[in-house]
């Protein structure tokens, strides 16, 4: 393949992925579902994870997005230095953003600001966003695709506590956030923490977490330990689904962190809804490519 | 169990047995109605160009495909946030005689009073599930206000078995969302001081 060739058939391959992850949710998410769903007492409760599962059903047997909102197109690149297109990625990904928008179809979400113009077509300025990580010598790249829509990201808080706050601090941070504002976004939630130094390095550790596997936890002990007392603790709450009480609040905690500054402590949450629709491809450096995410998935 | 079902035109006996949480069904006609339409109403005083006495109406935007022979096809139709209309809704109530609004989330103490004033019910329908609920509908039968573009136009669709509704706020003043909030933050505090002796990382 020459380098146009090459150019065409990723966009092509990234196109298919990020239409076809609108339709059909994620392994992990759809396993944690179908477990929440069995958990269950209440009928209403029962009621309605089964109105989840015939809404995917229905989803992938008439091809159509299975929520009518399919956000904004975010994709987090790690990408190894060697990969033949990496100075081509940015430009793929737009143009696999358009061709998902035709194929979906996708509902038009991207609306340039300050102009408050609604471009149609869902890219814009920096939009899709995308996230860098390089790894060096690699030849290959691992994307993630998110859809972020409108009541999954509403949620999404920051800030910088001191220091005398401390890990306290942090959970009351947690809490606050999905009991207020995390009720409306569609429960439950995966809930994404970043704990880091400063606000924004808190929030995209806290997107990040968020794209982690349901059920997989920080290495680090006592973060994962934190991970479990959160989950515990929000599904205490008995949020339910749609925050209509439940057996259950959350999918999971999922907690990514860096060092910080030893007089602050940024802390962000982020919150993916029960339609939690992000892919994971890796793409060979022969453009081959192999979904990890969800198995068995043609494009 | 058997499912209960509300038909249009809904009369008021229908709806005084109802309490928050029951969950029923509608077989009849549903009318996507929200923001622009309750501000044309309310704001403007224009006549909604729809008879809503008796009838229900959808808080959604949906996607609407408009096939060779010029009828609609309902694609997609998800539940938008209720919340947004609570400052139009009581005297919506009022002006329109709507028996059942369903949508996301849930809605006002202003509202409240309008259901139980007209005795009306609120109900929400799970949010992302918009490939269900457009398999829910049987046949668009008419589009009113289409100035309005797609999200906004007053599709009117006739539903058969359309549910599950979730009740939230009933003829007798009762508020689902307003009572689980404050379940939630009682039932927080114990878990919260349990969690924040077993995370002193900071020694
Ligand atoms: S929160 Fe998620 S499931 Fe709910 S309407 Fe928004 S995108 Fe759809």
Redesign the pocket.
């Known amino acids: 393949m020459d380098k146009e060739e090459s150019v065409r058939s990723l966009t092509e391959t990234m196109a298919k992925f990020t239409a076809y992850i609108g339709k059909r949710l994620p392994n992990d998410v759809k396993d944690k579902l179908a477990e929440l769903r069995t958990m269950e007492t209440n009928p209403l409760a029962k009621a309605i994870y089964m109105s989840m599962a015939d809404n995917q059903e229905a989803a992938d047997k008439l091809d159509r997005p299975s ?1 009518q ?1 399919t ?1 904004v197109i975010q994709y987090f690149v790690r990408a190894g230095a060697k990969f033949p297109l990496l100075g081509e990625l940015e430009q793929i990904l737009h143009d696999a953003t358009l061709g998902a928008t035709k194929m979906g179809p996708l509902r038009h979400n991207a609306v340039e600001t300050f102009d408050e113009k609604n471009t149609g077509t869902n890219t814009g300025s920096k939009i899709p966003w995308l996230d860098w990580e390089i790894v060096p010598d690699e030849d290959t790249a691992i994307i993630d695709v998110y859809m972020a ?4 990201t509403l949620p999404g808080k920051a800030t910088v506590l001191m220091p005398g706050q401390g890990y306290e601090g942090v959970t009351d941070f947690v809490f606050d956030v999905i009991t207020s504002r995390g009720v409306n ?2 429960p439950p939630l995966l809930v994404g923490v970043g704990v880091s130094t400063s606000v924004e390095t808190a929030a995209r550790l806290s997107k990040r977490a968020i794209l982690r596997e349901v059920g997989s936890h920080n290495p680090n002990e006592n973060a994962a330990k934190m991970e479990t007392l959160l989950e515990e603790g929000l599904n205490e709450v008995g949020i339910g689904p749609q925050g209509l009480t439940g057996a259950n609040s959350v999918m999971g905690v999922n907690i990514e962190s860096s060092a910080r500054h030893p007089s602050t402590i940024g802390v962000a949450v982020s919150t993916g ?3 939690h629709r992000r892919g994971k491809i890796r793409i060979n450096a022969d453009l081959s490519y192999e979904i990890i995410s969800h198995k068995g998935a043609a494009l | 169990m058997s499912r209960k079902i509300l038909s249009t035109p809904i009369r008021d006996e229908d709806l005084e047995g109802l309490n928050v949480g029951d969950v029923v069904y509608l077989t009849g006609h549903l009318v996507t109605c929200r923001d622009v339409a309750h501000r044309r109403l309310i704001e403007q005083g224009r006549e909604l160009p729809v008879d809503l006495r008796g009838g229900a109406i959808f808080h959604a935007g949906p996607i609407v495909r408009e096939k060779d022979d010029g009828h609609f096809e309902m694609v997609s139709i ?1 539940p938008t946030t209720s919340m947004r209309m609570e400052k139009f809704e009581r005297q919506f109530i009022n002006r329109t005689g709507v028996k059942l609004i369903v949508g996301k989330g849930g809605m006002g103490p202003e509202t409240t009073a309008g259901c139980q004033e007209g005795k009306a019910v609120h109900a929400i329908f799970p ?2 599930c918009a490939v269900l609920a457009a398999t829910l509908v049987e046949e668009i039968e008419r589009a009113e206000w289409q100035d309005l573009g797609m999200p906004e136009t007053l599709w009117v669709n006739r539903v058969r078995e359309f549910g599950p509704l979730i009740i939230s706020i009933d003829t007798k003043g009762n508020n689902l969302i307003e009572q689980n909030k404050a379940v939630f933050n009682e039932k927080k505090l114990p878990a919260i001081e349990r969690i924040k002796s077993q995370v002193r990382f900071i020694k």
């Open positions: 929520c909102d956000g829509g409108g009541g999954c976004a569609c809804c029960w339609a | 998800g949010g992302g």
